[in-house]
């Protein structure tokens, strides 16, 4: 499909408004929280998603059997709650015409929604959720045939970097810190695994975790200050990091933050302000408009939504690009229907050239021995950013060039 293959060399000079749809439409749904703690992830991802959208249907929209069909989207907010996300996904599943999701924020509505869409084969493509249950669930269960795809770094990569990067700056005394909710018990499994399988080197001197909208972190900081940590490895969202940031700085303990991508949201960046500086985190996209492939994604988001920066870039260039892959599959499926898009996606014969890289068949047929078969991400697309006056950057500027790659495989 030409839309797809070009979209950012011709697309991205378009203006985005709003489409009258015609007739004969694709439904495709886009599913997050578009409010509550997790918003900058859920409407950055929508945004970015939406952003494509509009290129692909100015164009003309997608080639679906030799006739262009436009897309129409259906937004539901999920609120980052896990039994609203199952009613969302129950009410999307039953709709009867929608070819396929785009969307999930939050690990927990993942595990809690997408059994609906499993039971129907509704196509799915997780982002920016990382939490590893998100799939593992599925292989756990045996699934033979997953219409489930995800397109984010998931948790076992950023676990991976984040105790590697703790290693090289020399710790051996870390505490953990996570939330309560699935992601965060998630991310933190994730961690003492990785602790394991890199040899133990990181004692783990305090374990503490803290739930949803809590403000004040001085117990657990406490504990980890008496207990000799030299760093931080945490897993939450936004607020309650920030709650982390300047508990720490509060109290004295200058020990740096190394945790999730979810460090780069700006409800963690503005509400830490200062205290904030420094966080690491993984990333698969950098809004530096001195990197040249994300430079015309970070201009037309800017020139779309009126903003100067986005809430989460992270989740909008995946956003952008999981609605990019999505098109090239109804395309080369031929048809609508959620089963002929699910095997497209396994077998997807055209280079996508996105905002964070050039999809090159990024999901292969699913196997319930090895998810990495669903999953597109791998630890050579993922860089470590740091915190640095209100934006994120690159942590070691000489990882610059994995940004600036042509092939994410």
């Known amino acids: 499909m030409k839309v797809s293959r070009s979209i950012l060399a011709v697309l991205l000079a378009t203006s985005f408004s709003t489409v009258s749809m015609a007739a004969d ?13 997790s918003a900058p992830m859920g409407l950055s991802m929508r945004d970015g998603a939406k ?21 129409e989207l259906i937004e539901r907010d999920d609120e980052g709650k896990n039994d609203r996300g199952a009613l969302v996904a129950q009410e999307i599943s039953s709709m009867g015409d929608i070819s396929a999701v785009i969307g999930t924020v939050n690990t ?17 493509i997780i982002t920016p959720a990382a939490g590893s249950a998100s799939m593992t669930q599925w292989s756990k269960a045996g699934v033979k045939d997953l219409p489930i795809f995800r397109f984010a770094s998931h948790d076992g990569i950023q676990a991976q970097m984040v105790v590697e990067k703790a290693l090289r700056l020399g710790f051996t005394r870390v505490a953990i810190l996570h939330d309560a909710t699935n992601y965060g018990v998630s991310g933190r499994d994730d961690l003492i695994d990785q602790i394991k399988k890199q040899g133990n080197k990181l004692n783990v001197v305090a374990l503490e975790k803290f739930a949803i909208g809590d403000k004040d972190m001085t117990g657990q900081l406490i504990k980890a200050k008496a207990a000799g940590a030299q760093a931080i490895l945490i897993w939450g969202i936004g607020p309650e990091l920030a709650a982390v940031a300047s508990g ?31 966080a ?32 989460s870039p992270v989740s909008a260039a995946q956003g952008y690009d999981a609605a990019l892959l999505l098109a090239e599959a109804i395309h080369e499926a031929g048809s609508t229907a959620p089963s002929k898009i699910k095997l497209s996606l396994e077998n997807l014969k055209v280079t996508v050239k996105g905002s964070i890289a050039d999809w090159k068949k990024p999901w292969t047929r699913w196997n319930p021995l090895n998810v990495e078969t669903h999953e597109a991400f791998r630890r050579a697309t993922t860089v470590m950013g740091k915190v640095q006056n209100g934006r994120v950057i690159l942590a070691n500027p000489s990882e610059k060039f994995v940004l600036e790659r042509t092939n994410a495989n």
């Open 25 to 37: 439409v694709v439904k495709i749904a886009i599913t997050g929280p578009f409010s509550g703690g």
């Open 51 to 71: 952003l494509a959208v509009s290129q692909i249907n100015q164009s003309g929209g997608i080639t679906v059997a030799g006739k262009k069909m436009k897309i």
């Open 108 to 124: 927990g509505v993942a595990v809690m929604g997408d059994k609906y869409y499993v039971e129907k084969g509704i196509v799915k």
């Open 248 to 278: 720490k700085e509060k109290l004295g303990f200058k020990v740096p933050m190394i945790g999730g991508w979810t460090l780069s949201m700006s409800n963690f960046i503005d509400t830490a302000g200062a205290s904030g500086n420094g």
């Open 280 to 311: 690491l985190m993984p990333q698969t996209f950098i809004e530096d408009e001195s990197i040249a492939r994300a430079k015309p994604f970070i201009l037309a988001y800017h020139k779309a939504y009126g903003v100067a920066r986005i809430p």
